[in-house]
């Protein structure tokens, strides 16, 4: 990773699973903003410098926040985590990691996507 932090958006409604994801990715080297709500997350990403989102699509609001990014030029990468088949809910090319996670699993796309950036 690059001496500057890459910023991680994670967006997750679920308390608990939005804190275990902000542990796994803080553990990795980055700086890790969160969300419970796609509003929420809105106002980050008008606000702060977000690399990457990590955004739990089995919320419709999430869905709808992911289309909506996808439209604008310079969005940030998205790495969509769901606990059921979301493939075709969202165009490619989106990494999609299903539940439940694996730290190597988690650690392995977040590597790719700020690769392929």
Known sequence: ???????????????????????????????????????????????????????DIDRQAHRE?????????NHPSLLLVSAANADEEVPEPVTTLHKPLTFAGLADAIARVFAGR
């Open 1 to 55: 990773m690059d001496s500057q932090p890459k910023t991680v958006l994670v967006v997750e409604d679920y308390p608990p699973g939005r804190r275990a994801l902000c542990a796994c990715i803080e553990d990795l080297g980055y700086t890790v903003l969160q969300a419970g709500t796609a509003s929420e997350a809105r106002a980050i990403v008008a606000e702060a410098q977000v690399g990457l989102l990590v955004v």
């Open 65 to 73: 926040l992911v289309h909506e990014l996808r439209t604008r030029d």
